[in-house]
C-alpha cells in the first residue's frame, strides 16, 4: 500500500487578538517550526469568488498557507492512492494549513468578495521546483 500524504497535511487554529483599533491575526511563531525548518519567502495571492487556481506540485517547497480575508476551498489531490483532501479556510475559520511537498493542490476562491492567501514557504519560489497543470487535467467537480 502506497504511503498517502495526504494525511501529512496540518491544520493550525489561529489566534486573532480584537483591538478596538483593528484585529491583530497570528500566521506563524518560530517556536511552532521544525528545527531543520528555514524561511524562504513568504508571498499573497488574490482569487476571485468562484474562480480557480489549479494545479500545483511543489518538489521541495513546504507551504503555509492562511487566509486572513475571504474564503478559500483548498483541494489536495495524490494520484497514487486517487485521494482528495478538501479544506476551506478563511477569516471566520482562521487556521493555518501546512502542506508538504510533492502534493498536487489547487484552490477556489468561495467567498463573494475577493479572497487573500498568504505563504510562508521554506524555500523560495523557482520555476524548476514546481509543476503545474491545467484545471482540467485532474478530475475534480469545483
Sequence with gaps: ???NILNKIKITPL??????????MHGLK???LKKTWSFG?????????KKVKAWKYHKKMTLNFIVPYGKVKFVFY?????????VEIGEKKYLRLTVP????FGFQGIS?????????AN???????????KKNKINFNW
Design 112 to 120: 463573494k468578495k475577493e479572497s487573500i492567501i498568504l505563504n510562508i
Design 1 to 3: 500500500m502506497k504511503k
Design 123 to 133: 524555500i523560495e519560489h523557482t520555476k524548476k521546483e514546481v509543476l503545474t497543470l
Design 101 to 104: 511537498p510533492k502534493v498536487w
Design 78 to 86: 495524490l494520484p497514487s492512492v486517487n485521494k482528495f483532501k478538501k
Design 30 to 32: 518560530k517556536k511552532e
Design 15 to 24: 489566534k486573532i487578538i480584537n483591538v478596538s483599533s483593528g484585529d491583530v
Design 41 to 49: 519567502e513568504a508571498y499573497f495571492s488574490k482569487i476571485k469568488y
